[in-house]
């Protein structure tokens, strides 16, 4: 299994908004991500960035 952690970016800072995120969608709202046994969670205004699969991490960023 293959997990992923979500960080967002903004403003020159990062934040780990999801550890183990099992999937990602991208939505009409922005991005929706969830991870086993938890809720999904909808970050708004946001798109993909980077997907770091050596280091399992995927980056978003805000929209300006």
Not at 40 to 61: C, H, Q, S, T, Y
């Amino acid at each position: 299994m293959c997990q992923m952690s979500i960080i967002v970016e903004k403003d020159g800072r990062e934040e780990v908004v999801l550890k183990n995120a099992a999937q990602l969608e991208v939505v009409e709202e922005g991005i929706k991500v969830s991870a086993l046994f938890e809720e999904p969670l909808i970050i708004a205004d946001v798109f993909v960035n980077r997907i770091d699969f050596l280091d399992g991490e995927v980056r978003l960023k805000h929209r300006s």
